[in-house]
């Protein structure tokens, strides 16, 4: 089945910098890479998604970036809040496989004044 | 749009008993994938339901189940509790039957004493 690796697990950034969360996938049928924010008690809350047939999207401070030769996509935030420390998760799925996402183990992104 | 719903929000079991949660969809959300949320494992993925069937299953053992009804709520249930089963079990319904965004409930606190 799909596994999903994801680094780093902690990322700690000072406010304005950029952030940088990386994963890999194994299974080259996965096709939608969608990312999740997690504030502290919350549910999860998509905040961006890519599918396989386009390299780069971009929401305001958010981008993902998708290599399927090397099987990795990452996160990009640009100048970070501190409203966007939470933990972030992404997730491979296969378009037409139904809706089972296969998560990486998270990220804790803190980011200080 | 009301949002995902599940009850409860908190239950305290002991080992053996068994448990039963309920998931409501988004009105419209057809599809209904199930979360394991522990913090040493993770999301980890239990099963989906799209109109009444059992789409996809996680790599769960027979003791966690689940169903969907007419309405699209759905309920899974747990038999013979064990310790390592306390997490946070998460639902999330989406529109399309094909990778479509997941929209994530709140989540059922479970603790088993």
């Known amino acids: 089945g799909e596994n999903v690796e994801q680094h780093p697990s902690t990322l700690s950034v000072q406010e304005g910098d950029s952030a940088v969360i990386k994963c890999t996938y194994s299974?080259?049928?996965?096709?939608?890479f969608p990312w999740y924010k997690q504030e502290l008690g919350k549910r999860p809350q998509l905040i961006i998604d890519i599918r396989s047939n386009v390299g780069e999207k971009k929401d305001q401070r958010i981008a993902v970036t998708l290599n399927k030769t090397a099987k990795h996509f990452s996160l990009h935030i640009t100048e970070t809040q501190p409203e966007d420390s939470a933990v972030y998760f992404c997730a491979a799925s296969i378009i037409g496989g139904g809706n089972k996402l296969t998560f990486g183990t998270g990220t804790q992104l803190k980011v200080e004044l | 749009k009301a949002g995902v719903t599940q009850t409860p929000r908190y239950l305290i079991k002991t080992r053996g008993q068994q448990v039963t949660l309920s998931c409501s969809p988004i009105?419209?959300?057809?599809?209904v994938s199930w979360y394991q949320q522990t913090p040493g494992q993770g999301l980890q993925f239990l099963f989906e339901y799209f109109s009444e069937t059992q789409r996809n299953k996680g790599n769960f053992p027979g003791r966690f189940s689940g169903r969907q009804f007419s309405n699209s709520r759905s309920e899974m249930n747990v038999s013979t509790l064990e310790l390592g089963d306390s997490a946070l079990y998460l639902c999330?319904?989406?529109?399309?039957?094909?990778?479509?965004?997941?929209?994530f409930g709140p989540g059922t606190r479970l603790t088993v004493l």
């Open positions: 299974d080259s049928a996965s096709n939608y």
């Open positions: 009105s419209g959300h057809r599809s």
């Open positions: 999330a319904s989406s529109f399309l039957a094909v990778g479509d965004e997941q929209f």
